[in-house]
């Protein structure tokens, strides 16, 4: 089986639920209570395309400003960056184009932006519009979704994206960062393995014919 190897980093403000959407598809369970991320935290997801199998090695930073100067690090030869914000905090909405213009100047051109507005859940609290979050998702050029840790909203569709657009780049040989290779043996399927096929996301394709 072809394989897509592919790093995604998780960046945004403390509190904004970066490690509950990666535990929530992990575990296909959300913890009210979960610790602050020290440093960055390793995840894999593998999802299969029409027979590819697209692993991602997924980056879960800390939020704190304490660890920022170790954000770099991470996200060095990242494929894709999943840009988190809090849809009832507008500061952590503001803050995530500081991270867009560390990550242009630092990663280059050719890395996949998805723009991701968590907490959907709390709609008497939300402060952030719809159209304002897709109206700034379309100047730099991201995909942007709402998503919600706790009732499960968007969060395998985040990550849908991400091997979507992979996929897709890596078809037509686009970037040549990504690791496309036929490992010997038996295909090894965890739990975190989905099977996906392109007939059947036609709003992730619609989404990513934008950006």
């Avoid at 897709?134 to 395998?156: K, R």
């Amino acid at each position: 089986m072809k394989t897509i190897a592919v790093k995604v980093v998780v960046l945004g403000s403390q509190g904004v639920g970066k490690t509950s959407l990666v535990t929530r598809y992990e575990t296909k369970s959300f913890h009210r209570k979960s610790s602050s991320t020290i440093g960055a935290s390793f995840s894999n997801v593998d999802i299969l395309l029409e027979g590819t199998k697209v692993k991602m090695q997924v980056w879960d930073t800390a939020g704190q400003e304490r660890f920022r100067s170790m954000a770099p690090m991470y996200y060095r030869g990242a494929n894709a960056a999943l840009l988190i914000f809090d849809l009832s905090n507008y500061v952590t909405f503001t803050d995530i184009q500081s991270w867009v213009s560390e990550l242009k100047s630092r990663v280059g051109e050719g890395l996949m932006l998805v723009l991701v507005g968590n907490k959907q859940d709390l709609v008497d609290d939300r402060v952030v519009k719809n159209a304002t979050a897709q109206d700034y998702a379309d100047s730099i050029g991201a995909t942007f979704l709402e998503t919600s840790a706790l009732d499960n909203t968007g969060v395998q569709e985040m990550f849908n994206i991400v091997a979507v657009e992979m996929f897709k780049r890596a078809d037509k040989e686009e970037n040549s960062s990504l690791r496309v290779y036929s490992p010997d043996g038996k295909n090894q399927r965890n739990e975190n393995t989905s099977n996906v096929k392109l007939s059947e996301i036609p709003v992730l394709e619609e989404r990513n014919k934008c950006c």
